[in-house]
C-alpha cells in the first residue's frame, strides 16, 4: 500500500535524507580536514570516515527489518540527536582514539534514523519521484555547504567542520520529532505483503550488491577529490570552485532523474552508469591539467545520484514490503564504509593512479550485477522500463 505523506511529512524526510546522507556531500573536505588540520594520514583520515560508515551499516542491517514495527519518528528523532552531540564532542579533541569512538557512535545514531526515512520513500506513492526531490534537496544543501563550508574552516579552523555537522544533526533531530509521517500498517497491508513475497527476490539482491561497489567507487575516489587537486599544485580557491559547481550539477542531476523517470529505461541507466563512473574516476585521478581535473571531478557524483535514484524507484518496486529500502543506508555506506581507507590505503602504496585502476575492477562488477537484475526479469521490472 503506498502512503501520502503531506506538506509536513515529505519536508520531514527531505531534511532527514540531507542530514543521513552528509557523507556523500562532505565526504573531501571531511577528509581534507582530518589530513590538513589534524595532522593524520591519509589512511588514517580515511579510516576515521570509514568508522562513521561502519556504524551506519551496522546500524541499517540491524534496524531494517524492524522498520514496521519501530517507532519510526522517535527512531529518527533520538537518532539524529546522538549524532549531533557526537560530532560536537568530536570538535573539542584532537585525540585519534576519542575521534574513532566518537565517528562510530554517530554513524550507528545517524543511520538509524536514516533507516526510517528511506523506509518512508518506499511507502510512498511514487518512490522513484520522492527520492529524486530529495536529491534535488541534498544538491541545494550541498551546494551552501561547499560554498560556505571551506571558508568558514579556514577562518575558524578544522574543529568547525564538526560543529556545522552537528548543526545539522540537530536540526534533523527537531524536523524529525514535529514532523516526521506517522504511517499505521494495517493488517490488510500485511496479508497482501505476505501473499506476495516471503522473502527479497534475488533480483533485488544484485542490484544491492550493484549499487554498493558503486558506492565503493564513489567514496573511495570522491574522499581524495580535495588531496589529488592539492597534490596537483591545483589552488585553494580553485579547488572549492569545482566543488561549488559539482554541488550545482548534482542539483541538476537529481532533477533530471525525476524528470526523466518514464522517459530513460531503467536498464539503460543501469548499464551506462558505473561505466560513466570508471571514466571519471580515472581522468580525475590521473589529470596533470586542471580543465580535465575540474570536468571529471565536477560531474562524478551526479552520476551517482542519478544512476541511484533509477536503482531505489526499481528495487522500491520489486521488494513492496519495503525492508529493502529502509536498508538504503546499508546499501550505499557497505561500499562507502570501503572506500575511504581502501583509497587512503591504495594512494599510500601505489599513489592516485591506483584508485583508477580499482575504480575500473569494481566499476565491472557492478556492471555485470546490474545485468543480473534484468536477466530475473519481472512485471515489477518491466513496467519501471520506459518505453
Not at 559547481?245 to 551506462?272: D, E, P
Not at 581535473?293 to 535514484?309: D, G, K, Q
Not at 575511504?340 to 591506483?354: A, H, N, R
Request: aromatic letters at 10%; charged letters at 10%; proline letters at 2%.
Amino acid at each position: 500500500m503506498s502512503h501520502r505523506f503531506g506538506l509536513k511529512g515529505n519536508l520531514a524526510l527531505m531534511v532527514s535524507h540531507c542530514a543521513g546522507m552528509l557523507d556523500l556531500v562532505a565526504l573531501p573536505l571531511w577528509v581534507g580536514i582530518l589530513v590538513a588540520s589534524y595532522q593524520f594520514d591519509s589512511q588514517q583520515a580515511g579510516g576515521l570516515v570509514t568508522l562513521f560508515l561502519i556504524g551506519a551499516v551496522c546500524a541499517s542491517v540491524l534496524i531494517a527489518p524492524r522498520f514496521k514495527t519501530l517507532n519510526r519518528r522517535m527512531v529518527a528523532a533520538l537518532g539524529f540527536l546522538a549524532s549531533g552531540v557526537c560530532f560536537f564532542a568530536a570538535s573539542q579533541t584532537n585525540d585519534y582514539l576519542q575521534l574513532a569512538l566518537l565517528h562510530v557512535v554517530a554513524g550507528i545514531s545517524s543511520s538509524a534514523a536514516l533507516s526510517m526515512a528511506h523506509g518512508m520513500f518506499a511507502r510512498g506513492e511514487n518512490p522513484h519521484r520522492l527520492f529524486a526531490i530529495a536529491g534535488l534537496t541534498l544538491g541545494v544543501m550541498g551546494f551552501v555547504f561547499m560554498g560556505a563550508t571551506p571558508n568558514i574552516t579556514q577562518a575558524v579552523g578544522g574543529h568547525s567542520l564538526f560543529i556545522i555537522f552537528s548543526g545539522i544533526m540537530t536540526l534533523a533531530a527537531l524536523v524529525c520529532a514535529v514532523a516526521f509521517p506517522s504511517v499505521v500498517l494495517g493488517h490488510e497491508e500485511n496479508v497482501n505483503e505476505k501473499s506476495v513475497a516471503t522473502k527479497i527476490p534475488s533480483s533485488v539482491w544484485f542490484g544491492i550488491v550493484g549499487i554498493s561497489l558503486m558506492a565503493v567507487t564513489q567514496a573511495m575516489t570522491f574522499s581524495f577529490m580535495e588531496r589529488v587537486g592539492n597534490d596537483r599544485g591545483f589552488s585553494t580557491d580553485s579547488v572549492t570552485l569545482v566543488l561549488v559547481v559539482m554541488a550545482l550539477i548534482n542539483i541538476v542531476a537529481a532533477a533530471l532523474a525525476g524528470i526523466f523517470q518514464k522517459r530513460f529505461s531503467a536498464q539503460v541507466v543501469l548499464f551506462v552508469g558505473p561505466v560513466l563512473q570508471i571514466i571519471l574516476s580515472n581522468i580525475m585521478m590521473n589529470a596533470s591539467s586542471f580543465v580535465f581535473y575540474a570536468a571529471s571531478a565536477a560531474c562524478f557524483v551526479s552520476i551517482m545520484i542519478f544512476t541511484h535514484t533509477f536503482v531505489f524507484g526499481l528495487l522500491a518496486r520489486l521488494d513492496v514490503s519495503g525492508r529493502a529500502m529502509a536498508a538504503t543506508p546499508a546499501m550505499l555506506m557497505i561500499g562507502a564504509a570501503i572506500g575511504p581507507v581502501l583509497g587512503g590505503t591504495i594512494i599510500k602504496l601505489f599513489d592516485y593512479q591506483g584508485i583508477g585502476i580499482a575504480a575500473f575492477v569494481f566499476g565491472t562488477i557492478s556492471l555485470v550485477c546490474f545485468m543480473r537484475v534484468f536477466q530475473h526479469r519481472s512485471d515489477a521490472i518491466s513496467t519501471e522500463s520506459a518505453v
